[in-house]
Structure formats: C-alpha cells, structure tokens
C-alpha cells in the first residue's frame, strides 16, 4: 500500500473492514454455543453487510480524490498508517481469525477491539469524504458504536 491513501483508497478499506467483519461474525455464529451470544454475532453479520452496500453507495459517489478542502497530505498520510495498523484491512483475515478462536469470551473480547478500531477508522473517513456523504459515515460511526455496546453489555452480565 502507497504512503497516502486517496478519499477513494480509505473508503475501499472501509468495504474490507465490513467484508472481513461480516466474515468474522458469520464464522462466530456458526461456532460458538451460546443461543445469545450466537443471535448478537448473526445480528452483527447482517449489520456488517448492509454497511458494505452503505460504503459502496460512497465510493461510486466520490470523484477522483473526494477530499474535502483542508485536507492535506499530512491527514491521508495519518488515515493511511493506522489502515497499515487495522488488521481487518487485510484480505480474509476475518475468516482466518474466526476459525482460530477457540472460547466465546476470545469471541467477545476481538470483537469488542475490532469494533473499536473501526469506530477510529470511520471517524476518519468521515473527515475526508464530501459534505455530502459525512452524515452517512456518522451514521455508521453510530451503529458501529451501537455493536461496541452489546458487545461489551454481553461480557458484562454474562462473562
């Protein structure tokens, strides 16, 4: 990956990070034993793909760069290393990581991070797409929020 992502770049990295979640959580769903546990990560994979959709509404929205004007070199470059940091940037490593899970706690746990590390990631994105599609972004931001919460209100009551 190139040291500066475009508007465009970030954005596709988004549809990764939504394609790797819906991976991961499918995969959880599928695994674990816990009938609560099971409905959150079935909820979550279905949330991570109508965000996919969402992110690709964007991407075809955008112009060349979509940059917003005050946005420099210096934020894409920022935007650009924390996509090197995010593992949910890579190719299928949702799935990779899913099957090497072995308890639901380590289920709950890399979920609760990686849904915090998106939340970061979008905040970021949402700075660097037009007017237009900031509003969309930070609804996603939300609802990223919102999986975040019923993450860490399962671990609470029942880990």
Request: glycine share 8%.
């Amino acid at each position: 990956m190139k040291e500066i992502l475009s508007a465009s770049e970030a954005v596709e990295l988004g549809i990764q990070i939504e394609k790797n979640g819906y991976d991961f959580y499918s995969i959880l769903s599928r695994k674990i034993n816990d009938p609560v546990l099971v409905s959150i990560f079935d909820l979550l994979a279905k949330e991570e793909e109508k965000h996919i959709a969402v992110f690709r509404k964007i991407l075809d929205g955008l112009d060349g760069s979509g940059v917003e004007v005050g946005v420099g070199n210096e934020y894409l470059a920022y935007m650009s290393s924390i996509s090197h940091q995010y593992v949910f940037t890579e190719n299928l490593k949702g799935r990779e990581i899913a099957q090497k899970i072995s308890t639901a706690l380590e289920s709950i746990d890399l979920g609760i991070g990686f849904e915090k590390d998106s939340i970061i990631f979008y905040q970021g994105i949402e700075t660097i797409v037009p007017m237009n599609e900031k509003g969309i972004v930070s609804e996603l931001i939300l609802q990223e929020e919102k999986h975040l919460k019923r993450l860490l209100d399962f671990k609470n009551k029942f880990c």
